[in-house]
């Protein structure tokens, strides 16, 4: 089987039971963490792929990961997951739900990266100019810092790049001057 396929299945199963019980946000607020946990440790999915670590141990590890909001119907969740020995899928499981709820609930993620620390003020607008460009949905933001990018940022809003680094102008100026020894 296809490993898009179950992840898919699982994540869209989750989501039928979230709208029956009227708790959909709130599973996707618990696969938000339980991603970032992930993202923040890779090794997390090596242990849930691991056939020699026994499934309470996954378990546990599922729901810690989670952290304290984890709920009941994300720890049947995780049950579920383990009893169809579908542990080392868990992760994708999670990031299936919340791209689904994302999609299903027209919320666009949009990632700024900067050089530098900016000011506050310039973070303000920076966030008003990309919602008035994406006004048909709703947006969550989140911001880092890339010193490759020299000055400048780079706004990324689902697929849609706008880029006004002080690097992507240089690769511009370098790419002009290559066709024009040509």
Same mark, same amino acid.
């Given at each position: 089987?296809?490993?898009?396929?179950?992840?898919?299945?699982?994540?869209?199963?989750?989501? =039928?039971?979230? #709208?029956? /019980? +009227?708790?959909?946000?709130?599973? &996707?607020?618990? $696969?938000?963490?339980?991603?970032?946990?992930?993202?923040?440790?890779?090794?997390?999915?090596?242990?849930?792929?691991?056939?020699?670590?026994?499934?309470?141990?996954?378990?546990?590890?599922?729901?810690?990961?989670?952290?304290?909001?984890?709920?009941?119907?994300?720890?049947?969740?995780? =049950?579920?997951? #383990?009893? /169809? +020995?579908?542990?080392?899928?868990? &992760?994708?499981? $999670?990031?299936?739900?919340?791209?689904?709820?994302?999609?299903?609930?027209?919320?666009?993620?949009?990632?700024?990266?900067?050089?530098?620390?900016?000011?506050?003020?310039?973070?303000?607008?920076?966030?008003?100019?990309?919602?008035?460009?994406?006004?048909?949905?709703?947006?969550?933001?989140?911001?880092?810092?890339?010193?490759?990018?020299?000055?400048?940022?780079?706004?990324?809003?689902?697929?849609?790049?706008?880029?006004?680094?002080?690097?992507?102008?240089?690769?511009?100026?370098?790419?002009?001057?290559?066709?024009?020894?040509?």
């Amino acid at each position: 089987m296809d490993n898009g396929l179950i992840p898919q299945r699982y994540a869209k199963a989750l989501y =039928k039971y979230g #709208l029956e /019980h +009227g708790i959909t946000e709130q599973l &996707y607020n618990v $696969m938000k963490v339980v991603v970032s946990s992930f993202e923040s440790n890779p090794d997390l999915q090596k242990v849930l792929s691991n056939p020699f670590v026994n499934d309470e141990d996954k378990e546990k590890l599922l729901l810690s990961a989670a952290g304290k909001e984890a709920g009941d119907a994300y720890a049947r969740f995780v =049950k579920l997951i #383990l009893a /169809h +020995g579908r542990a080392d899928y868990a &992760y994708l499981m $999670m990031i299936a739900y919340r791209d689904l709820y994302r999609r299903e609930n027209h919320i666009s993620q949009v990632k700024i990266a900067t050089a530098a620390p900016m000011p506050e003020s310039m973070m303000e607008k920076l966030h008003s100019l990309v919602s008035k460009s994406f006004s048909e949905s709703v947006l969550e933001f989140s911001h880092s810092i890339d010193p490759d990018l020299i000055g400048g940022f780079v706004i990324d809003v689902d697929s849609v790049r706008m880029d006004a680094s002080i690097s992507n102008e240089l690769e511009q100026l370098r790419l002009t001057l290559l066709r024009s020894n040509n």
